[in-house]
């Protein structure tokens, strides 16, 4: 293949490591997805954890001081 000649087709088949080459690909884009998504997910539970501490504490204040 020179460079006036181009075939997606030839482009996609990689030279016969499609599927390595494609499920390479699919990983990473997966890993870096999952890279951002579950410290989101991760952030949303430690602050919900921490307000329900919060209020606890409150309450267990309250409680003492007989409020």
Same mark, same amino acid.
Do not use: C, H
């Given at each position: 293949?020179?460079?006036?000649? &181009?075939?997606?087709?030839? &482009?996609?088949?990689?030279?016969?490591?499609? !599927? !390595?080459?494609?499920?390479?690909?699919?990983? &990473?884009?997966?890993?870096?997805?999952?890279?951002?998504?579950?410290?989101?997910?991760?952030?949303?539970?430690?602050?919900?954890?921490?307000?329900?501490?919060?209020?606890?504490?409150?309450?267990?204040?309250?409680?003492?001081?007989?409020?």
């Amino acid at each position: 293949m020179n460079g006036s000649e &181009f075939s997606w087709s030839e &482009f996609f088949d990689m030279g016969g490591y499609a !599927f !390595f080459v494609w499920w390479s690909y699919g990983i &990473f884009f997966a890993v870096i997805i999952a890279n951002i998504i579950w410290p989101l997910t991760q952030r949303k539970q430690v602050i919900r954890r921490v307000k329900r501490a919060i209020k606890r504490e409150a309450m267990q204040k309250s409680q003492e001081t007989g409020e």
